[in-house]
Each structure stands twice: as structure tokens, then as C-alpha cells.
């Protein structure tokens, strides 16, 4: 077994991590880190978790060793946490912002203070299993992109080649990218069926695209009526007709056990939709085609494949496991 | 003209109050008083006004004299308010929970704790123009009762002598009834989508609705998908059939311009729901009868008719305006 | 392997048999029966399932035998049905609401005609678990009771003697219960953010809930904000207290693997919400007592344990595997 | 008073067009015509008209004469139907999209047929009083542009002269824009929640923004969770600095009455949002700069400035009424 703790443990990200690991055979989830909630049942924050573990939040002084570490600590504070716990795991897999961008130049450009641990930046593998599976399998540092990152990731890679540098994409999330403190903004009057333009540019998740795929992306971001789920539509332009787009697609994705090509000709379902993944590590990804415009889709569960789950299955990668296992939940139609 | 303040107008029974009396053609807004915001402008926190005013929120100890002043202030802080600003309005319309029940031992024993003004409770008339529109129309204080109350206590009256006096109801609202100020309750994430019993029994609106009716009343309270709208069921027993509650309905809210009957046969929209309601004045009642058990339902919007609009409608009253003056919107369909 | 067919494969309680019955490692899938898409592939109607099954929709005139036949078929139409496939399976598991009463005068009064298999009627066992586990270990013919029925036993059952014999329900429950058919009560701009009571008496599962728990139980249902999840609150009369009522349902709910008590002093979460449990085999019981009023509270996935999650319940019952098989799901949480 | 019938008038953009011409003070109602239900109440229909008219549904044969006629039929049907019924009207206001381009050519390319009446085409004024004002005041003949074609075009004007030709438009809508007619797309179940990119290119509307803005449009559009409301989120490129872009919005929309421009610099509410514009005929617009991207964000109810309420500002400027009259509802906070 597979001994992990998880630090961040009664935020969202911390509890869908405790979710896929208390349910992942391969694993025994050693401690649950909390600076807020020390001494208290894991259940009584995360009531999804009722009768499936007994397990206490610890206080963060009283980390223990363990094979693998994952930070699901808010961004800013993981900079400065990561130095002091690295000892404590072998592997140590991060969630937060704060080693998604080697270059400290650009990550204080896009999250407007300077790098506190710079040294380490170039040290860390990106989560992304489609792109570096190889790489993850010996990796000891390992950073999963932002959620609406991965999305736009796995829609453009296929296109690469294929289309322009310039790619614009709107991205739509639920309210649980928030996170679980309450503020002004995401109080439920407020926030309940809104469309809100939170980034109408540069949101920061775009300079990881950039770096991923080797493209100059732009990215707006709008929160719109959802708890859970990440859409990307990525405006590119090419001159690739429908059939080598889909080839490309086929081809990329043929042995990913989580990425699916949803691009059929009609139905209410022809295209990645989020609703549909809620709970599952599928990233669906499609596209169309009209004339020299390419528009790519993708869509993912933020808390999953854009976080939890993503980790987890660098978890199995890193440890020799089968790659899906503890995330065969593949998601609820109608819901 | 009428000058009308409003204290506590940051709120959401505040920000609606404002929104009804700039729309007013008989009233003057004078004041919007908060203390969280003194010395901004309204629409920074209220959007739907934008270009409907230039007011700016007044700090308390500014507050002027005027006409009719409304309470939109929270329980507790408003019985140690009213004795101070009493002298500073003609009328004084309060929208808290602290002067609607004339007992103090009844307010102590749903409020936990004892009434500080106890002096001034039974000098209040309920905001309750269908039962007390005589009264209202020289009344200096006017306490309007609380959203679930309204709805029960017009959904019942029409039952009286005709059922026995156990009431069973159960009252759903929407998130806007648990106010502006953020926690972790009213989390978009939290709230979304969840059926919350968050009183399953002995609701406080109860002992308004018993004492208005005549009936004992019980009550059970569940937070629903919506952001506003409250719909009671109330479960009584009695011997009369439907063509004879039918004509009591139909009696008892025949002059009433704000009660409408909605009991059809079929059709999605035959019983009242609140969705339709938005905004609007209206009480939609409706009744179903089965041997002696009568299901009596109503649905209103929380912030109009269970709040803010019945507060106009108590000014128009005791201002000798036409009691439909200002509330003419009659909601939206579909929504 | 056991095999198994579904009828009625194209709804969503066919669905989410399917997405339950193909993650089942004891059982194998021989056939999704479907009158309006035979020759289609079954992730065409339920995209959930991309990736999971090449399953392609069987004509009925196909379906051959098997061990464990599922009829997910519509109310009327299953009663003539049953006797024509009857010997293609060893054991019929009905979710219709054909076989439930087993007194045909019953069955007319709720149902509004007669039934055309009246004989049959007394040879089904409930799918309740719960009450009938050792019957249902060697039945050959199950019917699942309807969703709110088994939330309102469910919460119901351990009180069986603390309470007097009349209990009023108000049910609350999502779209999906409605059925995958278009029609224009179901259309999303009306039903959307609706609280729609389509039955304000008598609603057809109190017939269950009276013959289950020997109670005579009323139920109103009303439509509210979600396509997954039913909840029931039950209103009873009693002169236990709360002490006395938490040992009843503790002792009963002891070594049930899908029942979990919900009853906490505070938090959002203290008490029964479908919320959670979209996806889950569980029910989620909780209570309150004020005085002689004792409020019960249920909660669950109609599709789920109100539906699918029950029937492969009763299947793994019945053919001796582990009760828990293929149902390991726990809910999200926040969602 | 002016004599107005409405055709189409069961269906929401139909209903939308009685709600604000029974609630205008310079009009009367002569008729409303459904072919799917002569003869029943219109109140039946769209209940939240109930005590608001006594109005019947009529038969289209028995069209009467009046000095305004709207059209809100279908695509396809009104270009059949408006030579039939030209004549009964001084000015005929059309809802439909068969009059809103020009170009024959162009209208087959995007409806996908041969337009059956062009000798008509180039008689209609768009009905954007912003641009059209004078020629309004003196047509007989006027379209309504498309929803997401108003958000757009309201967007993006002032930006004329800014930015380069090539323009993004990337268009979320509410379920309401696809109409009363139940269909396996728009059931709840299906719909609820969803972000369904049902035109992923080449949305028709892209054609009337290129039309009235003299940019090259690209409309990509989202089904997202609402019932009304549209965004639109346009991204140009250009050299102009913030602050001139902010003048051109100022003087661009100074004097327009249903025109805001909302672009603070923090807010859950600092970008136009349609949530705050359900029932208002206002299009809120708004914008961001980074380096040579310029996004530009409109929103609005899509059956009120994008249908029904752009309608009737047509109708106040060519009977020459106040142009807001009939048109002053705000918005709601919370909704």
C-alpha cells in the first residue's frame, strides 16, 4: 500500500482527493492536513465521506512521513510550505499555482508578487499524463496545472501543427474553482445564475497553456451556472479540412485512457459538455471546422481531471500502478 | 410628495425597498441609510439601479427627519433602534422580526432572548392590508410580518371555521431570505441545488401565523433551489368539499388586489409556484381537497409581497394613495 | 457472471441500470432492450457511458433468456408485459409501478384503471432490503417500490410504535423522475426553478408507504430545483423523545450498508440532503422532535436507491454476492 | 390610444410582447393570435398575465385591421405569412429572423433555403433604434435583429474605426430563446445545468452583426443554465489605449435610454452580467484592454431589448410616444 497524506485537506480540491484515495485500493491515506479544522471528523466537513472513513483532520505541525504528499494549499502559501514538508514524502504532488510556471519572471507577471522558492521552479513535472507520462513516471515533484489550463491543453495539443500561433479561448467554470471560503462574491444570491466575466482578459491560466502547447493563447474566463465543470472554447485558425482535424484528434488521443472525442453531427450531446462529467476523470474534447476557422472544445470535472484527479493518476503513474485505477466513476446522465 | 427613508438599505429587503420607492411616482427617497456603506453610491451595491439613481448610502447618525421611515435593519439591532429614531418619522414601517409578536414571552420564547422594548410591541399593526387595511390606514407603527408568515397566514385565513385548528406547514424558500452578508451556508457551492431542512420544526413564522389565524400552527422550513420566492403547503383537516372552499376563497379575496386564486384542474402552473412571482406583488393562493384532509398553498416573492412590497403597500395605505400605486409589475413568464 | 437484460434500456432508469450493472464486476450485460432506438448504440442515448460499453439497443421481439431480467418499462404497459417474458428470465426485477399494490382494488383507486394481471400481483416481493432481505434472497419476482415511497418507509420504519397511525409526507423531488420524454411540463423554461406541487394529495406512493409501514400516511409532491434526488419530510405525532427516537433509529439502521442516520446539532449538512447523494446508493435518514411532533426527513437518488441502486441491491441479494457489489459510489460533495 | 395585434402570441416572445403592451399606457390590445390555441385564455398560457387581461387567443383568419401588427411566428412561417397580412396594418413589426438580412443570397447561405418573399427584403429597418433611430420614426417595415445580433452589435459599434475587421463573437443564451415547443433538447433534465455549444461556428446572427457593424464576424454560441438572458463576449484586436476606448463608449451611448455601459474596475458586478436584466429592456455593455486585444461584453434579456422590449421602443418612436414609456421595469437584485 501506497502510504499518502494530503495538506489542504477540508478544501475542495483536499476533499475530492480524499475521496478517489480513501476509495483507491492501491492506497491508505495516512493523514488529512487542515490548519483550520485540527481535530475534527474529516465527515463532519466533507459529508460525502460519511461512513466511508473515520479519519481526523491533523494540525499541520504534526505531518508525519510519507511515499507521496499532495498540496492542495492556496496559492502564496504553498511557495513557502513546499521547502519545509519536501523531506516529509518522496513524491510530493502540488495542486496550487505556485509551480505551474518555471519561469519566475512570468509567474510574477501573472500572479503580481515575485517567486519566493525560484530555485526549485525548473524541478517540477506538469500533471499532465497525455503530455509527460514518461517523465511522470520517475518524477519526485510533480505540479497539475489549473483546471481551465488542462482543458485548453488537451483541446489545442491535437492542432498543433495544424493552425496559427494566435488562439483565443473562452473558458466557462463552475463556482467551486472559488474554493470553500465564503466571500461577497460567491455568496449564493449573488452567484446563482450569473454569467460572470471574472477575467475578460489574461486570465493566468493562459501562460500555461502558452508554455504546454507552444502557442500565443489569450484567455477570458466566466463563471457561469454550475458547482462543478470547465469549458474551453479555443478559437484557432488553419487550413486543415474537418477530416485532418479528426484524424489528428484520433490519433493523439487512441491509447488515453481519460481523454474521449465527442464531435458528432447532431445531438444535444454532439459536443463536450461538463454536466456530464461531474464526479468522472474524462476530459471530453471536440471541435468544428468552418473554412479557415477551427473552434476546439474541451470540458472536465475542475475538481477532477482539472485537479484531484488528475493527481491521482500521476499517483499510479509515479507508483507503477494501473494508470485508472481508483478513478473508474465515469460520470451521471441525466444530472 | 411623500419623503421616505430607508435604514438599513444595503440589504436585500433594503436594495428591494429602494428599487419600489424610486419607482414610486407619489414618493421622494430623502435618505438610504447603512452602516456598512456610508458615502457610496447605492447602485455600486444594488446594480439593478444603475441609472435609476444617484443616491448615496447615509450614514445612521445622519438620518434626517421624513414622512414614513422603513426598517430594513436585522432582528436584535432593531428593538434598541426604533426607541432612538422614533421621533425622526410620522409613520414608521419595520421589516425586522422584532415587533411582530405583541407577547414577550411568545418573542422570547422563539427569538432566546427577552425583548428590550417590550413597552412598544402592541402598539404595532401587522403589515397585513387584507386582515388589517382599516387599522393600517391610521397607523404610525407598522410591523410587517415575516415572508413564510404572509404566505401561510393568506394561504389559511380563508379556512377559518372551516378546518380544525392543527395546521401542518411546510414552507420552502429561496437563498435571498438568509440576507446579503456571506457564510458558509450560503456558499454558492453549498446552496446550489440543495433541499435544506434548516428548521424541521417550530419555525419561528409559526407564531405569527398562529396568532393571525386563530389556528395552532406548526412549521417546517426547507431552503430550495432559488434565489427568491417562498411557497407554504399547509396541511389542515375539515369536513367541507372543495365547492365550498372554493367559495370561501373566492369570497374572502374577491376586493383584494394583491391575492389571486390559482387552483385549476391541470396544467403546469395550476397551484401557485413563486418562479412566476419574481418581483411582483402578488399572493397566489390555491387549495386541494381529499376527503378531510385540505392541502392550501401559496406562493409569493419573499422580497416583494413578503416584504418590501407589502411595506409599500402599507405606505400607500397610510398615505391615502391608491394601495396599487408602485407595485404594478406583475412578474415574468418564462423565468 | 450472471446475465442480465434490461427492458425500457433507453429511459433513465434504464440508463442508470446500465451504468450501474456494466461497472458490476459479478454481472455481465446480455441485453439493452429499447422499442424506440433498437439497432442504436447505447452511448448515443446515454453519453455518459462513451468508453464504457459498445452495447448496441436490442429490439423486444430479441430478447433472449438470461438469469436476471430488469423491466424498466412505463406504468400500464408492464402489466402486459410481464406475462409474455416471464420465462426468458429466472428472476424479473420490476421498477414499474405495476407490482407494487397487491390489491387490485387498491391498484385502481391510485391508478385510475384495472390491473390485467391481478394473479401475479401477490407473488412479487418489495425491493426494500431493509424489511423484506431474507424474502428477497430466493424471490424470483421483485418490485421496487416507487422513489419517495422508499424514502418515506425508509424514514418511517423505526418509528413503528412511537408514533400514532396518521403521518402527512411532503415530498420534493428533481425532473428526472418525470422521464426522458419530452412534453411541455417538463420543458427546461418552465420547469426550471420551479416549485411545482403536482400533487397536492394523494399522490400514488402513500398507497406504499401506508401497506409498508402500517401507517396511514397522506403525501403531497411537489417538483423543486434538480433533476436527481427526492427527499421526504414526514410529519408524525408521538411522546418520545429525542433520546428515545435516535436508539430506534440507531438500532434499526445498524448493519444497514445503505442507510446512514443524518441528525446533527448544526451545520449546513446536518440533516437529509438529495444534494449529496446524486449517484449514491444511499439513504440518508435524519429527524427532530419538537414537543409531540416528531419530524422524519429521507433523502436519495431516485434513479438510485430510489430506483436502479435498490434493484442491483435486491440482484446482488438474490444471487448471493456481496450486498455492497457495483454500488461502491458515495456522492460528491460540494456539487 | 394605438391599436396593436401580436401574432404568435402563445408563444415566450409572444407572451413577452402582451406583458409590456398590456402594461403600456398609449396602447390597446385588439388581438392576440395563436393557431395552436384560438379560443382559450390568454392567461392560460402565460400565467403570470392572470388579473392582468381578460384577453382570448383568436384564429389567424380572423385578423382584424390594426395600426401595429407584431409578427413573432416562426422562422420560415413569416415569410409567407407577412405578404397575407401586410395590409392590415399601417406598420408591421417583425420578431422573426426571414427579414433581417438584406441579401437573399446571404439568408440562404445561413438559413439554409431559398428566401420566398426578396422583393421585401430591402424594405424592413432594422429595429435598433441606437442606429436607426430617424429611419424608425417613418417605417413601415421593421425587423428585430436577433438576440445575440443585438448584444453583439450594441458591443461592438462603438469600437468602429478601433479595431480591425476580424471580430470573435462568443454568444451564451438561456434556454428561452429556443422557444415553447417541447423537444428532446430542451427537456430540463437535459438541459438543466448544461453548457451545450450548440453552434460551435457560423451562428446565424454573425451574419447580422457583419451587416450592422461593417466588421468580419465569427459567432460561436452556448447554451448555458438561465431560462432568459444573453452574453456576448466579442474579442477584437486594435491600438487604442483604455481610456479612449472608455470615451468612445461614453459618446457613443450619452443619450441612449436603454444603453449602460458597466466597466468598473472590481465587483462581482463590474461587467455587464444578464442575470441583474431579466424583464429590462436594457443592454448593459461594457470592456477590458490588454496590449492590442480589446474584449467587448454586452448583455441583455433576450425577449426584451432582444425581442419584445426592442419591439415596442420601435413601436414608441414610430407612433411618436416617449421612447421608454411602457419599458421602465429595472431589473431585480438578488434573482
Redesign the interface.
Known amino acids: 500500500m501506497i502510504r499518502v497524506a494530503v495538506m489542504g485537506a477540508a478544501g475542495?480540491l483536499g476533499?475530492e482527493l480524499l475521496?478517489l484515495l480513501i476509495?483507491h485500493p492501491g492506497v491508505e491515506v495516512v493523514q488529512a492536513v487542515s490548519t483550520r479544522f485540527p481535530g475534527r471528523r474529516v465527515d463532519?466537513v466533507?459529508?460525502?465521506?460519511?461512513?466511508?472513513t473515520d479519519l481526523v483532520f491533523s494540525a499541520a505541525d504534526d505531518l508525519t512521513g510519507c511515499d507521496v504528499l499532495f498540496l492542495a494549499t492556496p496559492h502564496r502559501t504553498t511557495m513557502t510550505l513546499l521547502p519545509k514538508v519536501r523531506a516529509r514524502a518522496g513524491t510530493v504532488i502540488d495542486l496550487s499555482g505556485d509551480f505551474r510556471l518555471p519561469d519566475p519572471a512570468v509567474y510574477e507577471r501573472y500572479y503580481g508578487l515575485p517567486h519566493t522558492a525560484p530555485e526549485l521552479l525548473g524541478a517540477f513535472v506538469p500533471g499532465v499524463p497525455e503530455l509527460f507520462r514518461d517523465d511522470l513516471a520517475k518524477a519526485d515533484l510533480i505540479s497539475v496545472p489549473g483546471c481551465m489550463a488542462t482543458a485548453a491543453i488537451l483541446a489545442l495539443r491535437p492542432l498543433a501543427g495544424l493552425v496559427g500561433p494566435d488562439v483565443?479561448i473562452?473558458a466557462?467554470t463552475?463556482?467551486?474553482g472559488s474554493g470553500?471560503l465564503?466571500?461577497?462574491?460567491?455568496?449564493?444570491?449573488?452567484?446563482?445564475?450569473?454569467?460572470?466575466?471574472f477575467a475578460?482578459?489574461?486570465h493566468r491560466h493562459e501562460a500555461e497553456v502558452s508554455r504546454l502547447t507552444g502557442l500565443n493563447a489569450?484567455m477570458?474566463a466566466?463563471g457561469?451556472?454550475?458547482?462543478?465543470?470547465v469549458?474551453v472554447?479555443c478559437?484557432a485558425t488553419g487550413t486543415a479540412d474537418e477530416r485532418t482535424i479528426r484524424r489528428a484528434y484520433r490519433e493523439h488521443y487512441a491509447d488515453e485512457p481519460f481523454v474521449?472525442i465527442?464531435a458528432h453531427r447532431k445531438?444535444?450531446?454532439r459536443?463536450?459538455?461538463?454536466?456530464?462529467l461531474?464526479?468522472?476523470n474524462?476530459c471530453d474534447v471536440?471541435?468544428?471546422?468552418?473554412g479557415d476557422?477551427i473552434?476546439a472544445?474541451a470540458?472536465l470535472d475542475n475538481l477532477v481531471k482539472g485537479g484531484a484527479g488528475a493527481a491521482v493518476q500521476c499517483l499510479n503513474i509515479r507508483t507503477g500502478q494501473h494508470e485508472t485505477l481508483g478513478l473508474?466513476?465515469?460520470?451521471?446522465?441525466?444530472?
Chains 1, 2, 3, 4 share one sequence.
Open positions: 475542495y476533499g475521496r476509495g463532519s466533507h459529508p460525502n465521506l460519511r461512513a466511508q483565443q473562452d466557462r463552475g463556482s467551486s470553500a465564503a466571500g461577497d462574491g460567491n455568496l449564493h444570491a449573488e452567484r446563482s445564475g450569473a454569467m460572470r466575466v475578460p482578459v489574461r489569450r477570458t466566466t457561469v451556472e454550475a458547482v462543478r465543470g469549458q472554447v478559437h474521449r465527442v445531438g444535444a450531446h459536443l463536450p459538455d461538463p454536466k456530464l461531474s464526479g468522472s474524462y471536440g471541435f468544428a471546422v468552418d476557422r473552434t472544445i470540458a473508474g466513476f465515469p460520470g451521471l446522465h441525466p444530472v
